[in-house]
């Protein structure tokens, strides 16, 4: 659905984009990370038709979205990081201006209207106006713009910005929603925890380059090389330590009150074995887990950081 290659955007001798490689499957909710300046808001423009690149290849549903900007602006729904509402206007008459603008027909706008308003739960807010919603309604009512002329493809800068966390979760709901409805999303946060839950794959941006991108489990795999146990026992701790020293997958056995951690380098069989082996020989274990990364691991360990731009 979307293809990047060596994409490039130059401000005198700075780089904003710095040979940015990206590919997006149909279908996918791919989740953008990186810094402040890292270079997202900048490509997400470029993507739409916003910004001129300086150089490199942009294609959306096979479309050269560089040399076609007109052709892609129909497949694409762009929702940025900031509302751009009309403060003056009813709900129901926003989204009949945009509709307007895409020139949808009078037959059919109506019902466009009604199941957008639907979609994004704002239907019994048709009338209200739009200085007197909340901050996640004019949210969910800038989605439904984004999605007024039906586009395959979201790009959604920060949608969860300032969010509450029940605002948050009903805009998740909705993204979720959406995917099953065939639409491919392209969404940059800074709430890594919730990017993690809702994404098909992700891709982290530093310095105007993607440094690591696939699904959370693959990244996961590519940052940690090797699993973390952590084994809490009520007694027989030193026991523990030399039946775990039995396994050659085993190594850099750390030890602390009743607690062991340990490397582990071995498969869900390997691990059933530990524990196996440690309930069977009388140790009381009291706890038996994997220790996970997490989004802000990563983040923390392939990004540098960026200037603000």
Known sequence: MLEIRNLHKKYGRFNAVNDLNLSIKEGEIFGFVGPNGAGKSTTMKIICGLLPATSGEVSVDGVDALRHNNKIKEKIGYMPDFFGVYDDLKVDEYLDFYASIYKIKEANKRKTISDLLELVDLGHKRDAYVDNLSRGMKQRLCLARSLIHNPRLLILD???SGLDPRARVEMKAILKNLKDMGKTILISSHILSELAEMCTSIGVIDNGKIVISGTVSEIMQQIYS????KIK???K????????????FIEKITTGENLIQ???DGGDEDMSRVLNA???RAIPVATFAQLDG???DVFMKVTKGGEER
């Open 237 to 248: 701790l030193e026991e523990a330590v030399l039946i775990l020293k039995e396994f050659p």
């Open 233 to 235: 026992v009520n007694d």
């Open 278 to 280: 440690l309930v069977t």
């Open 158 to 160: 920060e949608p969860a």
């Open 262 to 264: 340990a490397g582990f």
């Open 226 to 229: 090797k699993k973390l146990i």
């Open 294 to 296: 997490n989004l802000e």
